[in-house]
Structures are given as structure tokens and as C-alpha cells.
């Protein structure tokens, strides 16, 4: 499985998950308790935004793409983990 952590904007640790292939990254976020700021839900606001620390490699976009780390913030509601693969992603909050 992967392991998702989640550091505000200063960087401090706020939340830990086991991530699944079936939801996008910010369902999971929410499921698991972390009050994340959302609008849309379809990546138009850019509200849910986060940047890649750790792990770009274990994520994938809507289409199944490989995800590219260009160090911009990327929306989580249109970012998925990849399937049966152990690993550990580290994002950073925007808000």
C-alpha cells in the first residue's frame, strides 16, 4: 500500500493514511479525517492544491498518466495513487 503523509504549509506533520487506487487523493484526505479546504471537486478552483515532496512516482492523473513533478502545486481531486505498488508519498499543503 501507499502511505500518504500530509505537512501544512510550514511544513510540520499533520496526518498520516493508507491510500487505495479507487478514489482520488482528496476523497481520501477527507476520509481519513483531514479537514482539507475543496470547492469543485473537478480541478477548476485549485483549492485543494497541494505540492509533491516525496513520491511523484507513485502518482497518476484522471487519464492514468504518470504524474510529472514539475515543483508546481497539482489539484488532488484529479490525482490518484498507482495500484499494487508499497510506497510512501509526501505532500505539502497549499492553504
Do not use: H, R, W
Not at 20 to 42: A, H, R, T, W, Y
Not at 55 to 73: H, R
Request: proline share 1%; with cysteine; net charge negative.
Amino acid at each position: 500500500m501507499i502511505q500518504i503523509y500530509i505537512l501544512d504549509n510550514f511544513g510540520d506533520y499533520m496526518k498520516t493514511f493508507e491510500a487505495n487506487d479507487k478514489e482520488n487523493i482528496l476523497k481520501q484526505i477527507i476520509n481519513s479525517g483531514f479537514d482539507m479546504p475543496f470547492s469543485c471537486m473537478n480541478g477548476t478552483c485549485g483549492i485543494c492544491s497541494c505540492f509533491v515532496i516525496k513520491g511523484s512516482e507513485f502518482l497518476i492523473d484522471t487519464n492514468g498518466n504518470n504524474f510529472v513533478s514539475n515543483g508546481e502545486s497539482f489539484t488532488t481531486c484529479n490525482t490518484f495513487v498507482k495500484a499494487n505498488l508499497d510506497g510512501k508519498v509526501v505532500l505539502q499543503a497549499v492553504f
